[in-house]
Every structure is written in structure tokens, then in C-alpha cells.
């Protein structure tokens, strides 16, 4: 299965690559219908997370039937954006991007610590990761290592060579993480998925779900701010970049505590992102307890 998912893959992708970015953007949409009509678990679980987020969509099916429908589609066309970056020129890409609270990213670069910008699951990360490594300094993805192997080179590759590196979830990873910090990058990393099942429970818009303590436990250690931060899509297809201010993991001498206090904030900063943006929020996974 895994060797027909690569091969399926680059198929599409090949075609993707090739095609205008409005013409890819119609084929994504295509798919993105079809997948949000006939998928068997990832439908369910995104609105069963989007009534989570949004508690005034359990009143409303057809509001919760639009909003995931629109979900899908911007999903479908940040994986356009993504096969159409091994050929993609930063220098033509840079106009897409618009930058919203650069003053807390410049707050939290000239702290001379690097920056660990904590995120959730939504918009054109590469895309904006891309310009930002070319323009602004370099970037880091902490993420976790994708199946088959084949596929998980090819991301880490066309990242690469737009000047991203891609630092898996283990030992190795984590210490390329601490000297990218050291060294003044920027990495980048999501808290609204327990990928790794070692999250810690605590209140995510209300109920409880597994959170990873990772980024607040690098932050103690190191000294580095947390900074919140989102990308999203706006309606002319352009991305917007937004920072809240930076959060500090502050040492009282009990770390899991501290940790717990750090978290919790950058929590509070990815809910509002989240309810500014639910049709930008796809985790088609399980977060809480009870999700199908």
C-alpha cells in the first residue's frame, strides 16, 4: 500500500507541477468535493472537531455542511501549493505574502534566542515558510516523519531547496531543534495534535485533550520565546501570516508546571486563531475523547 501511495502521489503531483496555479487551485477543488462527500472518517472527525471549536455549529447542520465543505477545499488547495514547489520561484511567490503582527516576531527575534513559533494544523505552511527562509531568516520544521518513507523524502527535499529544514520528532530532531534555536532560526511546530500520544490533558476550547508540552519544555531550557502564530488563506487566494505577542516559559522550579502554564497560554492564543479561521482548521483526526 505504501509504495502504490507514493507512486499515486507523484502522479498527481507531476500534473499539479505543470499546470497555472488558477488551474491547480480548480483541480484541488474537484477533489476536495469529492473527498468531503465520500471520505469515511476524516469528514466526521473534522466536524465533530469543528462543533468543538465553533459550539454554535451544533445547532446548525447546514452551517457545520458549508464550513466543512470549505475546509476541505482550502486544505485541498494548500497541497496544490505544495506540489507546485519543486518548480516554484520565491521572487514571484513573494507577493502573495502579507505579514500581520510582524512587530511581535521582530520583539521576539531580538531577544537573541531564536524563536520557536507554536502553531496548529491550518494554511500554506511551505509557501510562507518559503518566502519567510528566503527574505527574513532561516526556518525549521519540527514534524513528524511521514509513511512510506518515499513520500516523507520528497517533503523534506523540496523543503530543502527552498531553505527549510525538516526536523523529525526524535532525539536526532530534537537536537538539530536546540542548535537551530542556538544558532538564532526560527522553528516552527503545531500543539494542536498529540502526534508522539505523550500529550499531557488540558483544556482545549473546553475539553479536555492530549496536548504535547515539547515546545514549552525547549523554551524553558533554552530561554526562547514562544511565539503563537497562524497562516491562513484570504479570499484572493493570497496567505496572510499572523503573530500574537510572545509568550515566555517561565522557571519556578517545578518544570511540569511551568511547562503546563506556557502551554496553556499559546492554547489560549491558537483558540482564537482557530475560531477567527474554522474553515482553515483541518485536523480530520481524533483530538478528544469520543470523536469517531
Known amino acids: 500500500m505504501g509504495e ?20 491547480a487551485y480548480a483541480l484541488a477543488v474537484m477533489a476536495a468535493r469529492l473527498a468531503w462527500r465520500f471520505s469515511p472518517l476524516a469528514r466526521p472527525r473534522l466536524e465533530y472537531n469543528l462543533k468543538i471549536a465553533c459550539p454554535e455549529l451544533r445547532d446548525d447542520p447546514m452551517a457545520l455542511r458549508r464550513l466543512s465543505r470549505l475546509n476541505f477545499q482550502n486544505h485541498a488547495k494548500a497541497y496544490a501549493d ?26 521576539a527575534r531580538s531577544l537573541g534566542r531564536g524563536v520557536l513559533a507554536v502553531s496548529c494544523h491550518m494554511g500554506s505552511y511551505e509557501v510562507v515558510s518559503a518566502i519567510w527562509a528566503a527574505t527574513l531568516a532561516p526556518v ?6 511521514l509513511e512510506p518513507r518515499a513520500l516523507f523524502e520528497w517533503y523534506r527535499d523540496t523543503r530543502a531547496r527552498l531553505g527549510i529544514s525538516v526536523l523529525t520528532l526524535d532525539m536526532g530532531g530534537i537536537r538539530k531543534v536546540l542548535q537551530a534555536l542556538r544558532e538564532q532560526e526560527m522553528v516552527i511546530t503545531a500543539i494542536d495534535r498529540d502526534i508522539t500520544e505523550t500529550g499531557y490533558l488540558m483544556p482545549f476550547f473546553g475539553k479536555l485533550a492530549p496536548i504535547p508540552l515539547g515546545p514549552a519544555s525547549i523554551a524553558l531550557r533554552l530561554g526562547t520565546p514562544l511565539l503563537p502564530v497562524c497562516v491562513y488563506r484570504l479570499p484572493d487566494d493570497t496567505y496572510m501570516a499572523e503573530a500574537a505577542p510572545h509568550v515566555f516559559a517561565k522557571s519556578t522550579g517545578n518544570p511540569r508546571a511551568d ?6 497560554e499559546l492554547l489560549r492564543q491558537i483558540e482564537g486563531f482557530i475560531r477567527q479561521h474554522p474553515e482553515q482548521w483541518h485536523v480530520p483526526h481524533r483530538i478528544w475523547a469520543g470523536s469517531p
Open 82 to 107: 505544495l506540489m507546485q514547489l519543486p518548480s516554484a520561484r520565491i521572487e514571484a511567490m513573494r507577493p502573495l505574502l502579507k505579514v500581520k503582527g510582524l512587530e511581535n516576531l521582530d520583539a
Open 259 to 264: 511547562q503546563v502554564r506556557a502551554t496553556q
Open 4 to 23: 502504490w501511495t507514493w507512486r499515486g502521489f507523484k502522479v498527481v503531483q507531476s500534473l499539479v507541477e505543470r499546470l497555472p496555479r488558477a488551474w
Open 140 to 145: 525549521s520544521f519540527f514534524a513528524e516523519e
